[in-house]
């Protein structure tokens, strides 16, 4: 059997809609959609936003209003959640607000579900207010949201109106095994959150394709994977790069959660101590920044190591010239 290669599977990307240091957040906010608009014409298959809160560094707290923003700049490219963060949430108010949009742009909208708040628990308690759900509810909400999605519901006391019968498909996501074993359960695709905590990748793959259960969205297992990519023309230039995103990482590890950095000549000059450098290469494991040889190299022995059916790329560049280059450059290596 000939080796899976970069050519046989699906790319896709996920923006976390970045603050950019000096940057208006209006002005970040237009670059996502400038940034869709470009996959859009790459042929990228769908871009997804996720929900974050309470940090200057990323703007995608309203997530489904951003949603609706670039779905109406675009045309063809799937948008969705990477994902809406169920706990945080009434099933019924996301089946509303998914199922609006999915109206509004038929057969283009994505609903991927995290059972993480997003978030500090500090916050996750004051977007949750009275509500008494935690994430160990989350496999009765995901059902539920399935539910009022489905044709089902009809006959419901409670129903999504919008979004009763839009049967949005939903996406399971995770950094462990959990969600692995309820998306086999229920019989959804997966996505393994590996760009940023890669230590139970393999094994939440396995326990997903050995457990799954065929149900009504899909009939066989299909995987997806976070992988932090920069291409640039040179492996110097990316390095160069990439330096923004790992400077993002520290921020996240020093919790100070600051707006996209611009790139530095030499990281050895921000690190504090060796354990921050550590850190911030393990979070990042799965990253592939070079030339395009160099990281078609790279994704190629992922991609027949993991044997996923779609990557989702991050690119963490603070010039949006290079950021749109990147993805150029990454697309080219299908032809």
């Not at 539910?147 to 009809?154: R, T, V």
Request: aromatic residues 8%.
């Amino acid at each position: 059997m000939a080796k899976r290669t970069i050519k046989d599977v699906k790319l896709s990307v996920l923006d976390l809609v970045p603050a950019l240091e000096g940057v208006k957040h209006k002005t970040a906010i237009e670059n996502s959609l400038s940034l869709a608009q470009h996959l859009d014409q790459l042929e990228y298959h769908r871009l997804w936003i996720s929900e974050h809160h309470n940090t200057d560094g990323l703007l995608s707290s309203a997530t489904v209003v951003i949603l609706g923003y670039l779905l109406q700049g675009t045309e063809n490219i799937r948008i969705g959640s990477g994902g809406i963060m169920l706990p945080n949430h009434a099933p019924l108010v996301v089946a509303e607000q998914m199922g609006t949009l999915e109206t509004i742009y038929p057969n283009r909208v994505d609903l991927g579900l995290g059972r993480a708040p997003g978030t500090d628990q500090i916050t996750a308690k004051a977007l949750r207010r009275e509500r008494t759900g935690s994430v160990h509810d989350f496999p009765k909400d995901v059902q539920e949201l399935e539910f009022f999605l489905s044709d089902y519901s009809a006959e419901s006391k409670v129903r999504a109106i919008p979004g009763e019968g839009t049967n949005v498909p939903i996406y399971l996501l995770g950094s462990s095994t959990f969600s692995a074993q309820l998306a086999a359960a229920l019989g959804l695709p997966y996505v393994f959150a590996s760009h940023f905590a890669p230590t139970y990748l393999f094994d939440a793959l396995d326990i997903y394709r050995k457990k799954f259960r065929p149900a009504e969205q899909i009939e066989k297992p299909y995987t997806m994977a976070g992988v932090n990519v920069v291409v640039a023309d040179t492996d110097e230039e990316a390095e160069y790069l990439a330096t923004s995103g790992k400077q993002f990482r520290l921020s996240i590890i020093r919790n100070e959660r600051r707006p996209l950095q611009p790139p530095v000549k030499d990281m050895e000059e921000v690190w504090r101590n060796p354990m921050e450098k550590a850190q911030v290469e393990k979070m990042g494991y799965y990253s592939f920044v070079g030339s395009p040889e160099t990281v078609k190299k790279g994704l190629n022995g992922f991609i027949e190591q993991t044997k996923v059916d779609e990557l989702i790329i991050s690119t963490y560049c603070y010039d949006q010239k290079a950021q749109h280059r990147s993805f150029e450059l990454l697309k080219e290596l299908q032809s």
